[in-house]
């Protein structure tokens, strides 16, 4: 079986540097620190943060006087303010990327536009852009709810989640342009360009492979992006979070197998599903 991995599999740069800083603020463990909300979308990753003090917080604990790493999606303007009042010591985790999103919609508001932020419903990121956005904010999913803006909204500024679909993107702007052909549109591409060639390389793998393998949570927008975008034409698709998903005989037949990996998951979990296929297929060939 020739196995070809997706160069640009695993941790993206915001998460990368989020965990960089979880571990680095808790003293290796020594520390307890929290995030609102799991840091990352991987089971695997998450169990690694716990095991090092750091924990997500729940509706349970009290946030006061803690220590709280802002994950990379970012939070809302007033959650940070109201962990500022509680006495927390904050650590900003949120990803570059996003904070140029924060920042273009603030240039925008400035300028009395409305919003437009395509992404997903209930994303963490999505929740955070559109507290920047505040009232002048409107979260578009698809071209079908282009219509949710407003009548009297004459200028808009269309922004996306770093991690959405391209092509998503791409129809929403177009419906957009050709619903409201009057009204001043200021496009800002703000889909990072790891999401753009992650996504580029999953349409590459899938047409040349016979199968591909997905690796990443299951909660996990960009990996289920990646698993949706691979499973087109009909592509045989596994969408699995580690090794121990994997089981061997649905890779019967199988002579070019492409593997991609969501923004989240660790570099361990996709060499240990690697090294599983190929002892695998050693012995299976020398049996």
Same mark, same amino acid.
């Given at each position: 079986m020739n196995i070809i991995v997706a160069k640009t599999?695993?941790?993206?740069?915001?998460?990368? =540097?989020?965990?960089? @800083?979880?571990?680095?603020?808790?003293?290796?463990?020594?520390? =307890?620190?929290?995030? !609102?909300? !799991? @840091? &990352?979308?991987?089971? $695997?990753? &998450?169990?690694? @943060?716990? $095991?090092?003090? &750091?924990?997500? @917080?729940t509706d349970d604990t009290s946030p006061e006087d803690k220590s709280i790493l802002i994950r990379a999606h970012g939070i809302p303007p007033e959650k940070e303010a109201e962990f500022a009042r509680q006495g927390c010591t904050i650590i900003d985790g949120t990803c570059p990327m996003v904070k140029k999103v924060h920042r273009v919609i603030q240039k925008y508001i400035d300028r009395d536009f409305t919003i437009v932020i395509t992404g997903d419903k209930d994303h963490a990121e999505t929740r955070g852009l559109m507290g920047y956005a505040k009232e002048r904010g409107i979260l578009i999913n698809s071209p079908q709810e282009v219509a949710k803006i407003p009548s009297h909204s004459h200028r808009l500024c269309i922004v996306s989640q770093t991690t959405f679909s391209v092509a998503d993107f791409d129809a929403i702007v177009e419906e957009i342009f050709q619903t409201f052909p009057e009204r001043e549109i200021a496009v800002e591409k703000t889909i990072c360009k790891a999401t753009s060639e992650r996504q580029n390389e999953v349409i590459s793998l899938r047409d040349i492979t016979d199968m591909m393998i997905v690796v990443g949570g299951k909660h996990s927008a960009n990996t289920l992006r990646l698993a949706e975008i691979a499973g087109e034409k009909n592509k045989r698709v596994l969408h699995i979070e580690d090794a121990d998903e994997l089981n061997p005989l649905e890779l019967k037949g199988v002579e070019n197998l492409g593997i991609t990996a969501g923004a989240s998951t660790p570099g361990w979990v996709i060499q240990d599903i690697v090294e599983k296929i190929e002892k695998e297929f050693e012995q299976g060939e020398s049996s």
């Open positions: 599999a695993g941790f993206c740069m915001g998460v990368e =540097r989020a965990v960089r @800083l979880a571990l680095t603020h808790s003293d290796n463990g020594e520390k =307890r620190l929290y995030t !609102p909300g !799991p @840091l &990352i979308h991987n089971t $695997q990753a &998450i169990t690694m @943060l716990e $095991q090092n003090n &750091i924990k997500s @917080l």
